[in-house]
């Protein structure tokens, strides 16, 4: 199948609409289960109300099965619903998850973190008490999975699922045509509804995981474990070397910092933290044993025996994706570490026989999309070409110097101010002015308490509302995206202002960043069709597919399409460039 026709059976993330189908596409559906478990279904017209009567099936799959020409299922939640569709074999093009949605809608209206779930939406749009998510549902990076499951919030008692799934899709289309640029929201709600199809399918097909490569590669570094539960030899040899550092008769427990803090307290060395980049300051014989204690520790309770247990079954590692867990947009999980994978257990990601693994890293990303919002004619020159970013921008601005030029870049985007960042910045400044504006336009409006946005209308979270992550990018200058420290929590004081602007300003870039790449993955999903490849791993810049081997060079230029098809669709017509460095490798571990 050719990428031609591929686009035809899949329109990609430009034709995306909100309200409206294209002249001759099949309708859209409703899809809501009722008490029972059986699927409720009725078409929708352009408004999102029911235009037709509803209808009653046996289960979702069936629903679904038996209605194939369908461009796009209204529906909860894709976490809720699609898992079990695929369990039964189907797979659905394009869907409206009304959940995800309703998070992006409220952070636009500056209510971010107010409760997102359909009952709750519902009960907003009736003027009612609103109840709250249930716990566990906060959308943080990996938090410790919940020994029980509240499940989702149920609808009010006599409440048709059906009646308030319509009713809080037709106000959100309502809420999306109402603001300031209704086409970039209605993209953006459609990115993240693909993006939800996409983390339930690659946490269903899992990354290809050789437990027993594990297992030798932590018996290699750790060492044999003892019974009872201890540690594993090599770090109980390691504990002795760091307690006999200190001196005899000390007993000293590495992993707990309040122990290793009074050890050196004794020893005459102060230290406010056991941070390895504080330790390396010191000058102690327990320091190197420590700090490779520290590496292995890591090792031992992150990826583990116990994680291989719990997370590798039939050869798969499976994570639990979480779209926009961060603030930022970007992407966490729930449990697992799947966004953290260290290099050395990457050895273990081994491709199925006769398949290959194809790595692809967006190049220089982040710079890339300052260049695409801001507009400044000059970074878009450099960010134009698929050469290294950096190394364009050395010789325009430092010299031919490639790690100032991204010292430079990067100290714009994430607030160095001072020193030699001040010196850069005003470099960048004469060169590239419209960019350093816009980031600057980004801390200004955080520091005063604006809202900020990115391109396609993701908003930061308000000052004071606790949430963490990332950010977003565009429209007016004061709209962006960047990878952000946490937002901070504090009102009213000069320096909350501040920390808040620093925030502020690495959103809009983070955020457009985030918007770019949920949009790049529906279209490498679309290119994808009709392949046996499949997508299994995503993080923030980074992709894995995994193809038959014979597949390998379509799936590297469908990846490079599906970078540009991307960039044209967030950020319109601009001669920046979205280029990726792909490696094809058996091993995961190769490509780095």
């Given amino acids: 199948m050719t990428v031609d026709q591929r686009r035809a059976v899949a329109p990609g993330p430009e034709a995306a609409g909100g309200g409206r189908t294209e002249p001759g596409t099949p309708a859209r559906w409703a899809l809501a289960e009722s008490a029972d478990g059986r699927a409720l279904v009725c078409p929708l017209d352009g408004a999102g109300r029911a235009a037709g009567a509803m209808r009653t099936e046996e289960s979702p799959a069936a629903a679904v099965r038996a209605r194939p020409d369908v461009s796009r299922w209204v529906w909860r939640s894709t976490a809720a619903v699609y898992p079990r569709l695929l369990d039964a074999g189907v797979r659905v093009e394009r ?59 149920p609808l009010p008692e006599g409440v048709d699922a059906m009646t308030a799934l319509l009713e809080v899709y037709a106000r959100q289309l309502e809420r999306t045509s109402a603001s300031r640029h209704p086409e970039r929201i209605r993209l953006l709600l ?88 504080e330790l390396r300051d010191v000058e102690h014989p327990a320091v190197e044993p420590l700090l490779r204690y520290k590496k292995l520790y890591r090792l031992y309770t992150a990826h583990g025996w116990s994680w291989l247990r719990s997370w590798v079954r039939d050869g798969r590692f499976h994570a639990e994706y979480v779209p926009s867990g961060a603030a930022s947009g970007r992407w966490t999980t729930n449990g697992g570490g799947a966004l953290q994978i260290p290099k050395v257990v990457r050895r273990a990601v081994v491709a199925d026989p006769g398949w290959r693994l194809v790595v692809a890293d967006a190049d220089q990303m982040e710079p890339r999309v300052l260049a695409a919002v801001s507009r400044d004619p000059g970074l878009m020159a450099v960010a134009g070409s698929s050469q290294d970013l950096y190394t364009a921008l050395s010789r325009h601005a430092f010299s031919g110097d490639r790690a100032q030029a991204k010292l430079a870049l990067l100290g714009a985007v994430y607030g160095q101010t001072s020193g030699d960042g001040l010196r850069n910045l005003a470099a960048l400044r004469r060169r590239f002015p419209l960019a350093v504006a816009y980031v600057d336009d980004a801390a200004r409006a955080g520091e005063e308490g604006r809202l900020v946005r990115t391109h396609l209308g993701r908003t930061c979270p308000p000052a ?61 999903r679309q290119e994808l069709t009709g392949l046996e490849a499949e997508l299994v791993f995503f993080q923030h810049d980074e992709v894995i597919v995994h193809c038959p081997a014979a597949e390998a060079e379509e799936v590297r230029k469908a990846i490079s399409t599906a970078g540009e098809r991307a960039g044209r669709a967030a950020f319109g017509g601009t001669p920046v460039r979205f280029p990726f460095s792909t490696a094809v490798v058996e091993c995961y571990a190769d490509a780095k």
């Fill in 95 to 153: 869907c409206y998850d009304v959940e995800a949605a309703e998070a992006l809608l409220l952070g636009h209206e500056g209510l971010a973190g107010a409760p997102r779930s359909l009952p709750a939406a519902w009960a907003r749009l009736r003027g009612l008490p609103v109840p709250p998510d249930p716990p566990g549902t906060s959308r943080e990076a990996d938090p410790e999975p919940s020994l029980f499951d509240a499940g989702p919030v």
């Fill in 190 to 277: 459609a990115g993240e509804s693909a993006g939800t199809l996409v983390a339930a399918e690659m946490g269903r097909a899992g990354v290809p995981w050789r437990a027993d490569v594990h297992r030798e590669l932590l018996e290699e570094l750790l060492g044999e474990r003892y019974g009872g539960g201890g540690l594993p030899r090599r770090l109980a040899e390691l504990e002795e070397e760091v307690s006999r550092a200190f001196g005899p008769g000390e007993r000293v427990r590495p992993d707990l910092p309040a122990d290793v803090l009074r050890a050196f307290a004794r020893a005459g060395v102060r230290l406010s933290s056991t941070r390895a980049w």
């Fill in 464 to 524: 004071g509302s606790g949430a963490t992550g990332d950010g977003a990018d565009e429209g007016a200058a004061w709209e962006g995206g960047g990878e952000v420290p946490e937002s901070p929590t504090g009102a009213g004081t000069a320096a909350a202002a501040r920390a808040r602007g620093r925030f502020t300003r690495n959103f809009v870039v983070q955020g457009s960043a985030a918007d770019w790449a949920v949009l790049m993955l529906a279209a490498l």
